[in-house]
């Protein structure tokens, strides 16, 4: 399974079944784009990029 997920702002596109502790955001820099991050992935501070904008994250 995926640890970050992408989507396009405001997109009905259906996503995997996710694990309870994951969160959503829109990107910090662009807005363009949803941003899905599982609880692991926050947890191993893994690295993420907005497809929109190359925005890299977390900081």
Do not use: D, H, W
Not at 1 to 11: E, N, P
Not at 14 to 29: A, W
Not at 41 to 51: I, L, Q
Request: proline residues 10%.
């Amino acid at each position: 399974m995926k640890l970050t997920y992408t989507r396009a702002k405001g997109s009905n596109e259906p996503l995997p079944q996710l694990p309870q502790g994951t969160v959503n955001f829109l990107c910090p820099q662009c807005g363009q784009m949803e941003i899905i991050r599982t609880l692991r992935a926050r947890k191993m501070a893994t690295k993420y990029t907005c497809p929109s904008c190359n925005f890299t994250g977390p900081n």
